[in-house]
């Protein structure tokens, strides 16, 4: 009877009962949800860091899914004969009138140590071995030895500050151009020279992952680096050569 008479006299001893269940099952449905969100929008989080001119393309569910269409293409069997056959000298040639044409200008030396990003099949690094810059090597998903490794831009397999300078025309292959920038800046030595090749009055390729529509994103994009050149090309598409130096740590 006293415990029956305590029990009345404090029925809201029993209400945290009542409640903590559904409580609990609340929160548990709210976290799942907010999960679920989190796992489903991850690129457009990375994107909207980006600056004003340059855009993400939609359609990649993944990062998965963003390697295996770059692989549809650097596999294809008929491009790799057309890039190791037709395409070669012609590609060489005008490469190296591209790098005869930047050692003239004091921006590419003999002595360099040079990448070249998204090389495929390795013409840009063959023209750079042909103008004399002879420690030269390219990186792909797919590697071609001796001159191109297998590699992946957005995570450079190099340790910090290896090249005197960097040369790509992939730019517009890039899923998270922030990240390519960053490893470019992070593998350059302090002085060192990046080139990119884009393209800004026509949109690149199928397999391009992003659109430039002008150089003034790169500026914001290369945060430690210094804009050295702006200039007209005719390089298999790609209309604008721009080149960055690295800037000297003053310390």
Request: net charge positive.
């Given at each position: 009877?006293?415990?029956?008479?305590?029990?009345?006299?404090?029925?809201?001893?029993?209400?945290?009962?009542?409640?903590?269940?559904?409580?609990?099952?609340?929160?548990?449905?709210?976290?799942?949800?907010?999960?679920?969100?989190?796992?489903?929008?991850?690129?457009?989080?990375?994107?909207?860091?980006?600056?004003?001119?340059?855009?993400?393309r939609?359609?990649?569910?993944?990062?998965?899914?963003?390697?295996?269409?770059?692989?549809?293409k650097?596999?294809?069997?008929?491009?790799?004969?057309?890039?190791i056959?037709?395409?070669?000298?012609?590609?060489?040639?005008?490469?190296?009138?591209?790098?005869?044409?930047?050692?003239?200008r004091?921006?590419?030396?003999?002595?360099?140590?040079?990448?070249?990003?998204?090389a495929?099949?390795?013409?840009?690094?063959?023209?750079?071995?042909?103008?004399?810059?002879?420690?030269?090597?390219?990186i792909?998903?797919?590697?071609?030895?001796?001159?191109?490794?297998?590699?992946?831009?957005?995570?450079?397999?190099?340790?910090?500050?290896?090249?005197?300078?960097?040369?790509?025309?992939v730019f517009?292959?890039?899923?998270?151009?922030?990240?390519?920038?960053?490893?470019?800046?992070?593998?350059l030595?302090?002085?060192?020279?990046?080139?990119?090749?884009?393209?800004?009055s026509?949109?690149?390729?199928?397999?391009?992952?992003?659109?430039?529509?002008?150089?003034?994103?790169l500026?914001e994009?290369?945060?430690?680096?210094?804009?050295?050149?702006?200039?007209?090309?005719?390089?298999?598409?790609?209309?604008?050569?721009?080149?960055f130096?690295?800037?000297?740590?003053?310390?």
């Amino acid at each position: 009877m006293q415990n029956m008479h305590a029990v009345m006299k404090n029925p809201i001893l029993k209400l945290p009962h009542l409640f903590l269940k559904p409580l609990f099952l609340s929160l548990s449905l709210s976290l799942a949800v907010l999960l679920f969100l989190a796992v489903q929008t991850p690129h457009k989080r990375t994107s909207s860091k980006l600056p004003a001119g340059v855009q993400i393309r939609p359609g990649y569910s993944s990062y998965d899914s963003y390697i295996q269409r770059q692989l549809n293409k650097t596999l294809n069997p008929k491009l790799r004969k057309i890039w190791i056959t037709r395409d070669w000298d012609r590609k060489v040639l005008v490469f190296s009138q591209f790098f005869r044409n930047l050692k003239e200008r004091n921006l590419l030396f003999t002595e360099s140590k040079a990448l070249c990003i998204g090389a495929r099949v390795g013409q840009e690094v063959e023209a750079l071995r042909r103008v004399g810059v002879n420690d030269s090597v390219g990186i792909d998903l797919v590697p071609y030895p001796p001159l191109v490794l297998k590699g992946d831009f957005h995570s450079q397999p190099f340790d910090d500050e290896t090249f005197d300078f960097e040369f790509s025309n992939v730019f517009d292959h890039a899923l998270y151009p922030l990240k390519f920038v960053r490893e470019i800046e992070r593998t350059l030595r302090e002085g060192g020279v990046c080139v990119l090749h884009v393209a800004l009055s026509r949109r690149a390729d199928k397999y391009s992952a992003n659109d430039l529509y002008s150089v003034e994103p790169l500026l914001e994009l290369f945060r430690i680096s210094e804009l050295v050149e702006v200039r007209k090309v005719d390089g298999f598409g790609l209309d604008t050569e721009v080149v960055f130096r690295k800037k000297k740590n003053k310390n």
